[in-house]
C-alpha cells in the first residue's frame, strides 16, 4: 500500500521531536536556495520536477533506499507529479507533502513553555517553523491574552475554544516588517483589547489600547508588565509576565539580536538598540525566561521544540551582547545586515492599516525566510 500524504503538522511534529526525516524538494533550485524546510534531523535534497521528468532514473538513484521520502514542492501540487513519476521508477516509500512551502509558512505549534498561577495558568509558546516566528499565548483563570499573533489566527482561535476561556487581550510588541500581524482580527473576533506601542504609531489607521512602560494588565491571576526596550523599532515594548518571563519581542533572540533597520533607520535606532540590550535589560531580573518572537538557526530549538533561554545564560553565550564598546557595537550591527524580508514595506503598510491585500496576496508577501535578526 502506498503511504499518505504529509500534512504539514506532521512534518512540524517530527521535526519538533528530532526525528530524522527525509525531505526532496522538486523546487527550482534558486527558490531551494532561499529558503526550505530545515531542522537538525532534517535531510534534504534538491532536484526539480524538471529534472526528474527528465531522468527519473538518475533521480532515484539519489535517493536513500531505507527510509520514506517526502516530496515538497511550493504548493503541494507539482510534487504529485515528481512522487507517481518516482513510484513509476519504482521508488516505493515516497509521498508528498499537502500544500507544500505554503503550508510549512503557515503552520504553527503550540508548546507549553511553564505554569502560571490560577486556574489553567500557562504560557504556551506558538512555534511557526517555516517561518521563525514565535507568538504566545498566557492562560490563567479562564482569561487569555496573545502576544505577538500571526495571520493564521485558527491557530489561536482552535486553542482558546478547546479550553473554553475567553481572549482578553492582545499585544504586539511593536510594527511588524516581516510577517503580517493578526493581532487586530483576534481582538475584533473576542471584543478584547488590542495592545500597540504608541511610538510606533506612524499614522497607523485603527483604533488602539497604548502598550505603555509602567502600566499593569493582569489576565486572571497573572500580571504583564509592558517593559520599553527601543532599537528594532522605536516602539518595541517587552512584556514582563508574572516576574518570570520576558517576551521580548525582536530585540533579544537566543543566538542574536533584532535588527534595526526594516524602517530604514539603521543609523537612528542602533543605539536605542544597544542601551536597550547592554544597560536596560542589564536592569532586570537575572533568572528572567527569555522568550523571544523569533528565532533564526534551527539550533535554537530545545529538545522539545521549544525556544528559550534565561537572560544571565544569554548575558554568557549570546555573542552580539558582548560587544560593549559603542562603536564597535554600531559597525557589528550596521555592517552586517542580511537581506530584507520579503515585502517588508508592503507587510508594514498592512500592519499599519494602510493596505488589505486578500488572502493569496498575503500569503505571497509572506513566502520566504524571516531574516529578522542580526
Ligand atoms: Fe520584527
Excluded at 239 to 261: A, T, W, Y
Aim: net charge negative; with cysteine.
Amino acid at each position: 500500500m502506498s503511504m499518505q500524504p504529509m500534512p504539514v503538522k506532521d512534518v512540524a511534529k517530527k521535526i519538533m521531536k528530532k526525528e530524522r526525516i527525509f525531505i526532496l524538494d522538486v523546487r527550482g533550485e534558486e527558490d531551494y536556495k532561499n529558503w526550505k524546510i530545515e531542522g537538525e534531523t532534517v535531510e534534504t535534497l534538491n532536484i526539480s520536477l524538471k529534472e526528474i521528468k527528465e531522468s527519473p532514473q538518475e533521480a532515484k538513484a539519489k535517493l536513500p533506499e531505507d527510509e520514506p521520502i517526502y516530496v515538497v514542492c511550493a504548493k503541494g501540487i507539482s510534487s504529485q507529479d515528481g512522487v507517481e513519476i518516482l513510484r513509476e521508477a519504482g521508488v516505493e516509500d515516497i509521498t508528498y507533502v499537502v500544500n507544500g512551502m505554503n503550508g510549512w509558512s503557515e503552520h504553527l505549534e503550540p508548546v507549553k513553555i511553564g505554569k502560571l498561577p490560577g486556574e489553567g495558568g500557562a504560557i504556551y509558546q506558538f512555534v511557526r517553523l517555516g517561518k521563525g516566528c514565535l507568538s504566545y499565548l498566557i492562560e490563567s483563570d479562564g482569561e487569555a491574552a496573545i502576544v505577538d499573533a500571526n495571520r493564521m489566527t485558527g491557530f489561536y482561535t482552535d486553542f482558546i475554544d478547546e479550553q473554553g476561556i475567553g481572549l482578553k487581550a492582545v499585544m504586539d510588541t511593536h510594527l511588524h516588517a516581516d510577517h503580517i500581524s493578526g493581532g487586530r482580527d483576534l481582538a475584533k473576533q473576542y471584543d478584547a483589547a488590542y495592545y500597540f506601542p504608541e511610538k510606533d504609531d506612524e499614522g497607523v489607521e485603527f483604533q488602539y489600547t497604548p502598550l505603555r512602560d509602567g502600566d499593569e494588565i493582569t489576565v486572571g491571576a497573572v500580571t504583564i508588565k509592558p517593559f520599553y526596550s527601543p532599537g528594532h523599532t522605536i516602539g518595541s515594548t517587552s512584556l514582563i509576565v508574572n516576574d518570570e518571563f520576558l517576551l521580548s519581542g525582536d530585540i533579544l533572540f537566543v543566538e542574536s539580536i533584532g535588527r534595526p533597520d526594516l524602517a530604514g533607520k539603521a543609523e537612528d535606532w542602533v543605539g536605542d538598540l544597544r542601551d536597550t540590550l547592554y544597560e536596560r535589560y542589564k536592569s532586570l531580573s537575572p533568572v528572567l525566561t527569555v522568550l523571544p518572537s523569533h528565532f533564526g538557526e534551527m539550533t535554537e530549538l530545545n529538545a522539545d521544540g521549544s525556544v528559550y533561554e534565561r537572560l544571565d545564560r544569554l548575558y554568557e553565550k549570546n555573542q552580539k551582547l558582548k560587544v560593549d564598546d559603542r562603536e564597535k557595537f554600531r559597525h557589528l550591527v550596521t555592517d552586517h545586515l542580511p537581506e530584507e524580508p520579503n515585502s517588508h514595506e508592503e507587510i508594514r503598510e498592512t500592519n499599519m492599516g494602510k493596505k488589505q491585500p486578500d488572502e493569496s496576496t498575503q500569503q505571497k508577501m509572506e513566502t520566504g525566510p524571516n531574516n529578522c535578526s542580526v
